[in-house]
């Protein structure tokens, strides 16, 4: 935990014991670059709001691979144009968090949920 997370909480030492097996649990379930990515986004910020962007990751319940779906669930998606879609649980369903260069032009999100209504909404 201590290599994987160097550098990227604010107060590692500030860390409870609690707080530690859950981010060694959550490592071990492969959560590590969301982890990092999430600490990324709030490496200003101090360990509280640190850890309240971290516990919708580390409480999410254990999805198992499934045979017909290697690779699954998919938690987060690196573009070739430097574009990082997230998939993070929430309380009452899912967010995707868009990051990188691409994501700063104005219609990138407009593009995506233009193909999600074509995908659940055909005329």
């Given at each position: 935990?201590?290599?994987?997370?160097?550098?990227?909480?604010a107060t590692?030492?500030?860390?409870?014991?609690?707080?530690?097996?859950?981010?060694?649990?959550?490592?071990?379930?492969?959560?590590?670059?969301?982890?990092?990515?999430?600490?990324?986004?709030?490496?200003?910020?101090?360990?509280a709001?640190?850890?309240?962007?971290?516990?919708?990751?580390?409480?999410?319940?254990?999805?198992?691979?499934?045979?017909?779906?290697?690779?699954?669930?998919?938690?987060?998606?690196?573009l070739?144009?430097?574009?990082?879609?997230?998939?993070?649980?929430?309380?009452?369903?899912?967010?995707?968090?868009?990051?990188?260069?691409?994501?700063?032009?104005?219609?990138?999100?407009?593009?995506?949920?233009?193909?999600?209504?074509?995908?659940?909404?055909?005329?």
């Amino acid at each position: 935990m201590v290599e994987e997370l160097d550098g990227s909480i604010a107060t590692p030492e500030a860390l409870t014991t609690r707080q530690m097996h859950h981010l060694s649990a959550a490592l071990r379930r492969g959560l590590g670059e969301l982890i990092a990515l999430t600490l990324a986004d709030h490496r200003r910020a101090g360990l509280a709001s640190q850890w309240q962007a971290l516990l919708p990751i580390l409480n999410e319940p254990v999805e198992p691979e499934t045979a017909t779906t290697p690779g699954r669930p998919r938690r987060v998606l690196h573009l070739k144009q430097g574009l990082v879609i997230r998939r993070e649980r929430s309380r009452d369903g899912w967010i995707l968090r868009f990051s990188g260069p691409e994501n700063k032009k104005g219609g990138l999100v407009d593009d995506v949920i233009d193909h999600i209504e074509r995908m659940f909404q055909p005329s």
